[in-house]
């Protein structure tokens, strides 16, 4: 019954920025690390940044300085501003997020579909 819509996705000019969306819905009770992972054609699936529930952030070394996550307790929804865009930033992102639909479930973990994101002249 939970659901990750993520979004912002685009094409954009190196040096250009975008910003990524998610929200989760449904039956949830609580929220612990969200973040945003990508994959580009070829590669393996890596992290790109995270967020606790207590606003503890981490960063790719490749991203850091440039982008930036950030979330919105109050509406279950994380952000991740992507600015300085540079070619080899293009893969898809996905959302994720670990959380709790009950007091009584143990931490599960939770995908949005992929948004992309293309850097290209």
């Known amino acids: 019954q939970v659901q990750l819509v993520d979004s912002g996705g685009g094409l954009v000019q190196p040096g250009g920025s975008l910003r990524l969306s998610c929200a989760a819905s449904?039956?949830?009770?609580?929220?612990?690390?969200m973040g945003w992972y990508r994959q580009a054609p070829g590669k393996q699936r890596e992290l790109v940044a995270s967020i606790t529930s207590g606003g503890s952030t981490n960063y790719a070394d490749s991203v850091k300085g440039r982008f930036t996550i950030s979330r919105d307790n109050a509406k279950n929804t994380v952000y991740l501003q992507m600015n300085s865009l540079k070619p080899e930033d293009t893969a898809v992102y996905y959302c994720n997020a670990d959380l709790r639909t009950s007091l009584w479930n143990k931490i599960g973990s939770y995908w949005g579909q992929g948004t992309q994101v293309t850097v290209s002249s």
């Open positions: 449904g039956s949830i009770f609580s929220v612990s690390t």
